[in-house]
């Protein structure tokens, strides 16, 4: 027995009945109604799934008019409950008529009860399917508006922002290939999907794809898919990040990582425009608008032999340096008030601020791992803290010797003003101690520092 909802609308009571009898061998729920005329009151019209209905009613007409009146007013009011259409007289044109007015089929009487019950459990087969079309078309967009969430802000007023902002705006609505390059942390991904939210693609997924974090034998099946017994744990056929980002765009980031081996079959499927699945021969094409990142200097990589010239010619159409932070000094404390309202929102620490010494020793420091180390510096100091201000103490600033950039002072102005912040950090920001222990008064300590700002 399936489970629905059928109406039966003809005002030949003897046709009513025998239908009647007929279909509830097969369909839960069978409905019949003689009178047209009350299809527009009938209850809960939008629950019936199928409507067999009768093309001619006025008796001694028969020109199908009526059946398809009402035929329109059914997918006026119902768009989603299928119609058949039934006449005594099988006219093809009205036939014709009537399916493209959106009848789902026809059936002429008198019926065949092998073909009726087959037309109307395929037309109930058919709406079935395209009730799931539409809820699995609702669900998708959902899941893209999830994954394309716009959960992070560009904050930065520096120049060196603002003008990395503008070529993301003039860029982001072309669809042309972009490389973001930058050191770690500086906020390439951040910039990729912005691009991504500024282009014609914003209502697509945006895919990330960290290649260094992907083993070489796993990297082709990640990217391009495979099929089921590929390989040992290929259990089912499984589209790959080119596929998913199909229509949208794709970030590939860590693009300095990849070996020669996968470089040639990354550009084989940039220039194609297609993949083929592991395990597959055939060509899947694929609409993507690419856009790689890399702290690698990937020309030098290129004069090395470590890079694929052609590969790097196809991704960086367009190059967007993002600039680390210590040259964007005056988005240092626009930031670390960003993550500080993050932060206390998320532990509940409402009222923390930071004071002045703090504040100088967060400019001071050259901050190697850019805006990441800022934000994770941040959430430990306000997590820590246990009372209102933050001061100097409460930033535990430890670059690693290994991961650093060279920082020791290379001109006298370099190491005063390395002294300077040690000494402060050193007194917890308190001016009067540094001098002191520099050998200074306060009044210099404080005009040096005033001069270090206004270079
Ligand atoms: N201008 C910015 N405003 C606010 N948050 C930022 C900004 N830039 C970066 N961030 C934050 O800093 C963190 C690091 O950024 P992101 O991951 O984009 O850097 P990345 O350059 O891609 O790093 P990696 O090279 O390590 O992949 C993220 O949490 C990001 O949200």
């Not at 794709?250 to 300095?256: K, P, S, V, Y």
């Not at 620490?349 to 791992?369: C, D, F, V």
Request: hydrophobic share 40%; net charge neutral.
């Amino acid at each position: 027995m399936v489970n629905a909802r059928i109406l039966v609308v003809d005002d030949n009571k003897s046709v009513l009945s025998a239908l009647e009898i007929l279909l509830q061998f097969e369909f839960s729920q069978v409905e019949t109604l003689s009178n047209p005329n009350q299809l527009s009151s009938y209850p809960q019209l939008n629950e019936v799934d199928l409507v067999l209905l009768d093309m001619n009613f006025s008796a001694g007409v028969n020109t199908g008019n009526e059946g398809l009146f009402w035929l329109k007013e059914i997918r006026k009011k119902t768009p989603n409950t299928s119609v058949i259409m039934m006449t005594a007289y099988g006219a093809v044109d009205l036939a014709v008529e009537a399916l493209k007015e959106g009848a789902a089929d026809f059936i002429l009487k008198p019926w065949n009860n092998d073909k009726l019950m087959a037309t109307v459990k395929s037309a109930f087969q058919l709406r079935q399917s395209k009730k799931e079309i539409s809820r699995l078309k609702k669900k998708h967009s959902g899941l893209k508006q999830l994954i394309n969430e716009d959960r992070n802000y560009i904050i930065g007023n520096s120049r060196a922002i603002l003008n990395v902002l503008n070529l993301v705006r003039k860029v982001g609505k072309t669809d042309v290939n972009v490389l973001i390059t930058g050191e770690n942390g500086t906020g390439k991904e951040l910039i990729a999907r912005e691009l991504h939210r500024t282009s014609k693609r914003k209502n697509e997924v945006f895919i990330g794809v960290d290649m260094g974090s992907i083993s070489e034998n796993l990297l082709e099946s990640e990217l391009f898919g495979h099929m089921k017994g590929a390989f040992t744990d290929a259990k089912e056929n499984r589209m790959g990040k080119f596929e998913a980002a199909n229509e949208g765009s794709l970030f590939l980031d860590e693009m300095g990582n990849l070996s020669l081996q996968a470089q040639s079959k990354l550009l084989s499927a940039i220039q194609n425009k297609a993949v083929v699945r592991v395990g597959s021969n055939q060509a899947v094409p694929v609409d993507i608008r690419l856009i790689c990142a890399t702290n690698c200097n990937l020309e030098k990589m290129v004069s090395e032999g470590l890079f694929r010239e052609d590969l790097l010619y196809r991704i960086n159409t367009i190059h967007i340096e993002v600039p680390p932070l210590r040259e964007r000094g005056e988005d240092i404390l626009l930031l670390a008030d960003f993550f500080l309202k993050r932060f206390t929102q998320k532990y509940d620490k409402a009222g923390l601020r930071i004071n002045q010494a703090a504040q100088e020793k967060l400019m001071q420091y050259n901050w190697p791992g850019n805006i990441r180390e800022l934000q994770h510096t941040m959430e430990r100091a306000v997590i820590l803290n246990e009372g209102n201000v933050l001061k100097p103490t409460d930033f535990i600033l430890q670059a690693k010797i290994g991961a650093l950039p060279d920082t020791s002072p290379k001109t006298l102005d370099e190491m005063e003003q390395q002294m300077i912040s040690h000494a402060l950090e050193q007194h917890d920001g308190n001016y009067s101690a540094a001098a002191e222990q520099l050998g200074i008064t306060r009044q210099t300590l404080y005009n040096k520092m005033r001069k270090r700002k206004e270079k």
